[in-house]
């Protein structure tokens, strides 16, 4: 099991920004990819974008791609996810994620997620 701490959510404006930030409770962090997955009820849970392991190769849902943006700092354990231009329909829970193994960056090998943290943007 790994520990995953999300922050940053809120309650924003269309057209307003957020930052959101996770902490991983992982040793050897730069070895592992991170993702940033959002939940809404009554749909799936979407990946929203990830970020791989040490060569920090970037992936994005289409429906974000533009306006958000993943990094890591693999000295603090952290990954980010910076969101622009945001819309009423990013609203979600927004969870941080990461596989059981090192070395892959493969959608379908995300293994832990965090709590989440909730992001509201009205109209």
């Known amino acids: 099991q790994v520990h995953l701490v999300e922050s940053g959510g809120g309650s924003v404006q269309a057209g307003d920004s957020l930052r959101l930030s996770c902490v991983a409770a992982?040793?050897?962090?730069?070895?592992?990819?991170m993702g940033w997955f959002r939940h809404t009820p009554g749909k799936e849970r979407e990946l929203v974008a990830s970020?791989?392991?040490?060569?920090?190769?970037?992936k994005y849902a289409d429906s974000v791609k533009g306006r958000f943006a993943i990094s890591r700092d693999n000295a603090k354990n952290a990954v980010y996810l910076q969101m622009n231009s945001l819309r009423p329909e990013d609203t979600a829970v927004y969870s941080c994620?990461?596989?059981?193994?090192?070395?892959?960056?493969?959608?379908?090998?995300?293994?832990?997620w965090g709590q989440g943290t909730q992001v509201t943007v009205s109209s």
């Open positions: 994620a990461t596989p059981a193994a090192p070395y892959t960056d493969y959608d379908s090998d995300f293994a832990f």
């Open positions: 992982r040793q050897t962090f730069s070895l592992y990819t």
């Open positions: 970020i791989s392991w040490t060569e920090g190769r970037t």
